[in-house]
């Protein structure tokens, strides 16, 4: 499976995004998806994740209430809105499918087998 991700930008504080992952070569049926982001001198960190199966969805404390995660599992697209951001949300952002990951890995990277390139999410005004 490959995974392009899109949508970043430069946005003002308060601001929103959507940002897009395209997954192609595979199905995202069945798989856990989940967004990760990464700041400069910072670790990759779980964002927003949505499991195998089920609609629940989890979050970061830091992004629950502004962030959505969603997926298209016919058209194969993954999707992360993001609103009232503030610099502190200023990474790259990674999306990645897991096709045998469980519930309780969904906010550990190693989780995850496919990634996407990453797009850039830069908060400033």
């Known amino acids: 499976v490959q995974l392009q991700a899109s949508g970043g930008g430069l946005v003002q504080p308060g601001g929103s995004v959507r940002l897009s992952c395209a997954a192609s070569?595979?199905?995202?049926?069945?798989?856990?998806m989940g967004w990760f982001r990464q700041a400069p001198g910072k670790e990759r960190e779980f964002v927003a994740g949505?499991?195998?199966?089920?609609?629940?969805?989890y979050y970061a404390d830091a992004v629950k209430g502004r962030f959505t995660i969603s997926r298209d599992n016919v058209n194969n697209m993954g999707y992360l809105q993001m609103n009232s951001l503030t610099p502190e949300d200023t990474a790259v952002y990674y999306c990645?499918?897991?096709?045998?990951?469980?519930?309780?890995?969904?906010?550990?990277?190693?989780?995850?087998?496919?990634w996407g390139q990453g797009t850039q999410v830069t908060v400033s005004s």
């Open positions: 990645a499918v897991g096709p045998r990951a469980i519930t309780s890995s969904l906010t550990t990277p190693a989780a995850y087998y496919y």
């Open positions: 949505s499991p195998r199966t089920g609609s629940a969805t």
């Open positions: 070569g595979g199905t995202l049926r069945g798989s856990a």
